[in-house]
Nanobody, 130 residues
Framework: QVQLGESGGGLVQAGDSLSLSCAAS????????MGWFRQAPGKEREFVAA????????YYGESVKGRFTISGDNAKNTVYLQMNSLKPEDTAVYYC???????????????????????WGQGTQVTVSS
């Protein structure tokens, strides 16, 4: 079993920055990628950013490109999300996720797909006021 613990959410003003972190713990698990998704009230959970553990490739949702940066520390099994130039539309619960196996065959852009992640954190609230 894998546990993911997020931290760093809060209330900020538009234009501010905020950093999230997520540490994975448990016994005998492999990490292929870690990612961040978010869910605003009344909306579906959407992809924000992902980091592949091998090769360090990064992927971003269109709405956060150029403003958010994902990074990771293999030794600590921790992923970070630096969020700059925050906008009110970034307000959501942010969830950390871990993919513990290779991509499913034939799935393009698997790191952006919720179904490819087996483990999820409890979520941390980010609220951006205008």
């Amino acid at each position: 079993q894998v546990q993911l613990g997020e931290s760093g959410g809060g209330l900020v003003q538009a234009g501010d920055s905020l950093s999230l972190s997520c540490a994975a713990s448990g016994r005998a698990f492999s990490t292929y990628a870690m990612g961040w998704f978010r869910q605003a009230p009344g909306k579906e959970r959407e992809f924000v950013a992902a980091l592949r553990w091998g090769g360090r490739s990064t992927y971003y949702g269109e709405s956060v490109k150029g403003r958010f940066t994902i990074s990771g520390d293999n030794a600590k099994n921790t992923v970070y999300l630096q969020m700059n130039s925050l906008k009110p539309e970034d307000t959501a619960v942010y969830y950390c996720a871990l993919r513990n196996r290779p991509c499913s065959p034939g799935i393009a852009g698997c790191d952006t797909r919720r179904g490819e992640y087996a483990y999820w954190g409890q979520g941390t609230q980010v609220t951006v006021s205008s």
